[in-house]
């Protein structure tokens, strides 16, 4: 297995962690029921999972889909294991939990690998696309949708996302980037490498460099009601030139992104490969710091 984007995942745990709103969350465990069906589009590592149980949803049925096969194995292997280490009781479990009605095994969503249950939480994860899982479902509590809306057009992902939900259900829509990119110290270049990053990420098919603005409006116009909203950037500083857990490893694939977007974007930049080579100086002398603007919403479907 390649584990460098399960390594990149799990290296902005902590950072997500620091960024997410309590107020957003608090909403979200006041307004969501008993018992609560739950479908996660792209789910990455499944550490949505461990957050449930820290806020005290330990009962239920949790289904997470990604897109990436390799990713979804190691949710699977990872998980459980993980889980068990921090003295959670987990059984593993074989052939598919329970769905939000009426998505059925297909070559998208089915998991023929052993599932577990952890406290009374039934969890499962599914190779497939979450919009089309989205689609494909209905009458489900609530829809998490971590860093995911920035990656995939708004219209469709809203849609997406009330189809799937029951009257009145919730979608959580946190870690949404929002078009700001800085770093720390200032450099000459700056603007210009922020201006050809976006542009890279814009030229993407279906993706928006602003979107948690953009789906802020959205929500706010559709029949349900857009309950929370509010930042949650991601801030990355050392602390005694060390920066917390992985989060060097963190900052130096933020640095290959933009190494690759920039680098295959129109937009060029003179000064680019002297800019590059100062920010990884910066990061190897914990001198670095990193900021990302990004919205968590919290939003509610219709009850009717």
Not at 103 to 113: G, H, L, M, N, V
């Given at each position: 297995m390649n584990h460098a984007r399960p390594r990149y995942l799990e290296s902005k745990r902590s950072v997500d962690d620091r960024a997410l709103s309590r107020r957003v969350r608090e909403r979200l465990l006041a307004d969501l029921p008993p018992d609560p069906?739950?479908?996660e589009a792209g789910c990455g590592t499944?550490?949505?999972?461990?957050?449930?149980?820290?806020?005290?949803?330990?009962?239920g049925r949790?289904?997470?889909?990604?897109?990436?096969?390799?990713?979804?194995?190691?949710?699977?292997?990872?998980?459980?294991?993980?889980?068990?280490?921090?003295?959670?009781a987990v059984t593993d479990r074989t052939g598919q939990?329970?769905?939000?009605?009426?998505?059925?095994?297909?070559?998208?969503?089915?998991?023929?690998?052993?599932?577990?249950?952890?406290?009374?939480?039934?969890?499962g994860f599914a190779t497939g696309d979450a919009l089309d899982?989205?689609?494909?479902?209905?009458?489900?509590?609530?829809?998490?949708?971590q860093a995911f809306a920035d990656l995939v057009p708004l219209s469709r992902f809203v849609s997406a996302v009330e189809s799937a939900l029951r009257p009145g259900g919730l979608a959580y829509v946190p870690i949404t980037f929002d078009g700001g990119t800085i770093f720390q110290p200032d450099h000459p270049a700056d603007d210009?490498?922020?201006?050809?990053?976006?542009?890279?990420?814009?030229?993407r098919p279906g993706r928006d460099v602003r979107a948690g603005r953009h789906l802020i409006d959205l929500l706010g116009r559709r029949a349900g009601t857009l309950l929370e909203a509010e930042s949650s950037d991601?801030?990355?500083?050392?602390?005694?030139?060390?920066?917390?857990?992985?989060?060097?490893?963190?900052?130096?694939?933020?640095?290959?992104?933009?190494?690759?977007?920039v680098g295959s974007s129109s937009h060029s930049v003179d000064a680019?490969?002297?800019?590059?080579?100062?920010?990884?100086?910066?990061?190897?002398?914990?001198?670095?710091?990193?900021?990302?603007h990004q919205y968590d919403l919290l939003y509610r479907a219709p009850k009717s």
């Open positions: 069906r739950i479908v499944g550490v949505t999972v461990s957050r449930l149980l820290s806020w005290g949803i330990a009962s949790y289904l997470g889909v990604d897109t990436d096969e390799r990713i979804v194995d190691f949710a699977r292997d990872v998980r459980p294991k993980a889980l068990r280490r921090r003295g959670y939990i329970d769905r939000c009605d009426p998505i059925e095994p297909t070559d998208q969503t089915a998991s023929p690998d052993p599932e577990f249950t952890v406290a009374d939480l039934d969890v899982t989205l689609e494909a479902a209905s009458d489900c509590d609530l829809v998490v949708a210009a490498v922020e201006g050809a990053y976006h542009a890279a990420i814009d030229a991601w801030i990355v500083r050392a602390r005694g030139r060390r920066y917390p857990a992985d989060e060097r490893y963190f900052l130096s694939r933020i640095l290959g992104f933009v190494d690759e977007a680019f490969d002297s800019w590059l080579s100062t920010r990884r100086e910066q990061l190897g002398r914990g001198s670095l710091t990193y900021v990302a």
